[in-house]
């Protein structure tokens, strides 16, 4: 019972907020509404809080667009989450970057997903730069990914572990 009540607060504070005009409440009450069996209007509250974060400065946040590229992956659209990733990409998400390299990897092109993982990297992506160690360490170039596993710090360490790489 004291649950379904903490639930409808946060739901009415999610709704609160999205009929302000809040992106971050306009996204989270479409990812709660998608969720709970109202795609139709979960993505429309999204889609406003995405129209939100484009107008803000300097060239949007990118929130939004990163989540309905993740709405639309669950639902096995790649190809429209594809879409949100790149907008979010190219307003600075450096995880929208990261997805982009996965959808890449599972379309089967690596060249591809490693330029993607490179550029998430760079923005201090840490799942990236696993994922580039990955790459080297298949390759056989182990200076290389040990460099990689080394910049991912503990994620990448524990990884390198599992590997039996040693020197990190």
């Known amino acids: 019972m004291w649950k379904r009540k903490k639930l409808q607060r946060e739901l009415e504070t999610?709704?609160?907020?999205a009929e302000a005009g809040d992106p971050w409440g306009m996204a989270h009450l479409g990812v709660?509404?998608?969720?709970?069996?109202?795609?139709?209007?979960?993505?429309?509250?999204?889609?406003?809080?995405?129209?939100?974060?484009?107008?803000?400065?300097?060239?949007?946040?990118?929130?939004?667009?990163?989540?309905?590229?993740?709405?639309?992956?669950?639902?096995?659209d790649s190809r429209e989450a594809g879409k949100w990733f790149k907008e979010a990409a190219d307003a600075g998400d450096a995880t929208a970057i990261h997805e982009l390299g996965l959808i890449a990897e599972?379309?089967?092109?690596?060249?591809?997903?490693?330029?993607?993982?490179?550029r998430a990297a760079d923005a201090g992506h840490v799942d990236s730069m696993v994922q580039l160690g990955l790459y080297e360490h298949l390759s056989g170039n182990l200076e290389e990914a040990t460099k990689w596993f080394r910049l991912a710090g503990p994620v990448g360490q524990s990884v390198a572990k599992k590997l039996k790489i040693k020197g990190i």
């Open 32 to 76: 709660y509404l998608w969720d709970e069996g109202d795609p139709e209007e979960g993505k429309k509250w999204l889609l406003r809080a995405v129209e939100v974060d484009r107008q803000s400065p300097p060239i949007g946040r990118p929130t939004a667009m990163y989540i309905m590229g993740v709405a639309c992956n669950h639902q096995g």
């Open 106 to 118: 599972e379309e089967g092109r690596i060249d591809v997903a490693t330029k993607w993982f490179l």
């Open 14 to 17: 999610l709704m609160e907020a």
